[in-house]
């Protein structure tokens, strides 16, 4: 078994130059975005594509990354990178509850009380993203066809 461990993409809070304004459960910013579908590329990547990476990604993809499942925190940032990888694998991420930063979600408001935590998304809001309508449409409840694949795997 090889285990593969992703960190999340670029989130607002990363780029924040005054920690007084963080929030406690950050989406990604345009360049994390951007960042996870190139993760995404590069863990579908064919391994003659992988010639002009540095050595030893070379190496690890000489056969195809061949992951078979995707785990992800269910913090916002780490469900935002891990949808379009699971997306390009064919993978449906699971979030794994346990898997997340020491402290979990938490804010400190600068006021004296020092570190608040939060509950954190809730399961319905972990299952549609926020570009989704209403209760109509959920991104894991739907079945792919071969088409959606063979685009899914491009």
């Not at 549609?128 to 409840?141: D, I, M, R």
Request: hydrophobic fraction near 40%; proline fraction near 8%.
């Amino acid at each position: 078994m090889e285990l593969y461990i992703i960190r999340h993409a670029q989130s607002s809070n990363n780029v924040l130059t005054d920690s007084s304004r963080r929030v406690t459960d950050p989406p990604l910013t345009t360049i994390g975005e951007q960042q996870a579908q190139l993760v995404a590329q590069h863990l579908t990547a064919v391994p003659e594509a992988s010639a002009h990476l540095h050595p030893v990604a070379a190496h690890h993809n000489r056969a195809g990354f061949a992951l078979t499942r995707l785990f992800t925190s269910p913090m916002r940032r780490a469900l935002q990178t891990a949808r379009p990888i699971g997306a390009a694998l064919g993978r449906q991420p699971e979030v794994w509850v346990d898997i997340h930063e020491t402290g979990g979600m938490f804010l400190d408001h600068h006021d004296g009380r020092g570190p608040v935590g939060t509950p954190g998304l809730t399961r319905v809001e972990i299952a549609a993203p926020a570009q989704s309508v209403g209760s109509g449409w959920l991104p894991w409840s739907r079945p792919r066809s071969p088409i959606g694949r063979h685009r899914a795997s491009a």
